[in-house]
Nanobody, 126 residues
Framework: VQLQASGGGLVRRGGSLRLSCAVS????????IGWFRQAPGHEREGVIC????????YYTDSVKGRFTISRDNARNTVYLQMNGLKSEDTAVYYC????????????????????WGQGTQVTVSS
């Protein structure tokens, strides 16, 4: 099983990035997918999640209205569109898969994650 996160980079404040999480080895539509991030000196935090049925749950209020998550089960890929980036968004971003029988369920805690991606660095310059 592999979750390959990509799309990070250096962007100016106010800019945009689209992260991708390419999943292999599992049937994506059996899993919710969450994006987490960890900034230097901070604990990992849940950012946003997409349920099996495509519903979005935000776990970080500061990204509401700026970040959107989507999934393409046919392509085994989940996307995180990040607009209006701020310096406080600078972090390593991880995608994570958690198997669930509930189509609507999401979680931003990370304790029941089955698989983690390797992380992609997002740096927002001021």
């Amino acid at each position: 099983v592999q979750l390959q996160a990509s799309g990070g980079g250096l962007v100016r404040r106010g800019g945009s990035l689209r992260l991708s999480c390419a999943v292999s080895g599992i049937t994506l539509d059996h899993y919710l997918i969450g994006w987490f991030r960890q900034a230097p000196g901070h604990e990992r935090e849940g950012v946003i999640c997409i349920s099996r049925s495509g519903e979005t749950t935000y776990y970080t209020d500061s990204v509401k209205g700026r970040f959107t998550i989507s999934r393409d089960n046919a392509r085994n890929t989940v996307y995180l569109q990040m607009n209006g980036l701020k310096s406080e968004d600078t972090a390593v971003y991880y995608c994570a898969a958690e198997r669930t029988t509930f189509p609507w369920y999401c979680s931003g805690v990370g304790t029941n994650v089955d698989y983690w991606g390797q992380g992609t660095q997002v740096t927002v310059s001021s």
